[in-house]
């Protein structure tokens, strides 16, 4: 079984492209709808919640973790691996691998939130291996709120979207990184802005390949399920109308959510 | 000692009028940033945070307690005032008050969070005491997070705020309650948006006065601290640069944070 665990709902665009890819693997979700955000609090809070969150996949079963948040990817990585025995899967290496495989030019812009902004991991990540690239990087704090609310193409948020992508203008970058679970939504608006010669790099959709990638190589890791009894089980620590409408929209479909 | 708590660190604004209302009384606040915001929120969650943020301000010395929240006010008042014995002052009744006292019309507006919205609990409040009135009443969920990105004056926030008035537009309204601590930092865009014939009420300065008036008539409510050992600590339950910024800008001085 597959868990996956997120600050909220953004984290469901990495369990609906595991859904698509791994369509023969149980997934159980953790949504930490009561303490969203994470983007906007502390190193120490938002790895004191990730190790919650996880010890909560573990006794329901999940043999891999997937940590499907950027920020908690960026600080809590290392302390989940030093906490738990199972794999800890993050979402920054593989969106920044493809990054890496994507740019042209090895000028690469990085959008998320500002604790992952501030963490510079994926600066570190890219220019780790390879140091002659340059990464420009922007924290856009409010678009998780956006997303949140709904306002995927409200003309507030064009204009939010223009006022934080405008100091990547001149940097003559070919590759964004969506360094964000919830970015997926803002997809059109943010590429509209930034021109179609520019690529996007979707973390929720690299991690996804990632992991079967990781699972075709090395499938003892699961022990998997007989066909026909795949179950996908979505908890949350807080049930909101809002919730359940973005989860909606995610997954093109109605989905039961579970308060803990 | 006045006991004040709010989801963050938009109750600082009540907190502030407190001080500066009642000069000889010490206070102990506490925000919980770590689990902000509360208004997207369901009630069950804010009800238990608002248990467990009074229980920590009657350890700390606590004798009345303020819940400097619209939100917390709307959903968990009743709850704190089964579970504790210490007088529970919440911001909507003084609001409420005012706004009935302002009103030449009959006709009140109210904003606030989605949650204090959906309670109803201004309705209730207001035409309980005045059936004859009309209260309209606009939930505008991203004021908070705009407020605690420090966008008091951006031309998106004014954008967003026209969306949210709009439907206020032909009701006629000659008074605004702003229903939630947060939105005082917001006050010129809001008086430019509904224009200078519509008043509106602050919660918080409306809140500090109604305890300046309980403890003029009860002032052994609280032990009174010998003049000259006031004093006041601000406790957070996380500890951001953001909220050190918006601090300082309620408070117009440094103002140190205390994480718990």
Chains 1, 2 share one sequence.
């Not at 997926?184 to 996804?208: F, N």
Request: proline content about 4%.
């Amino acid at each position: 079984m597959i868990g996956i665990f997120d600050s909220g709902i953004g984290g469901m665009t990495v369990a609906r492209a595991v859904e698509q890819l791994l369509p023969d693997y149980s997934i159980v979700y953790f949504g930490d709808i009561a303490r969203t955000p994470y983007g906007s609090k502390s190193a120490a809070t938002i790895t004191d919640y990730s190790l919650r969150n996880t010890e909560f996949l573990l006794k329901k079963g999940a043999e891999i973790i997937i940590i499907a948040c950027n920020t908690a990817s960026s600080v809590a990585t290392e302390a989940l691996r030093r906490e738990f025995q199972v794999p800890i899967i993050e979402v920054i290496t593989p969106a920044a691998t493809k990054a890496i495989a994507t740019t042209k030019t090895g000028r690469i812009g990085v959008i998320g939130t500002r604790a992952t902004i501030r963490s510079g991991v994926y600066e570190q990540t890219i220019c780790g291996q390879r140091p002659d690239f340059h990464v420009f990087s922007e924290a856009c704090p409010l678009l998780v709120p956006l997303v949140e609310e709904g306002w995927t193409n409200k003309q507030e948020t064009k204009m939010i979207i223009r006022r934080y992508l405008h100091p990547l203008k001149d940097k003559q970058i070919d590759t964004l990184v969506l360094g964000c679970t919830h970015y997926p939504l803002l997809t059109q608006l943010i590429q509209t802005r930034v021109g179609k010669r520019v690529t996007l790099i979707d973390s929720s959709v690299e991690t996804a390949k990632y992991v079967r990638d990781l699972l075709t190589e090395q499938p003892q890791l699961i022990a998997r399920e007989e066909k026909g009894i795949v179950t996908h089980r979505y908890f949350v620590s807080d049930l909101t109308d809002a919730a359940k409408t973005v989860a909606r929209k995610i997954f093109a479909r109605p989905l039961e959510l579970i308060l803990t």
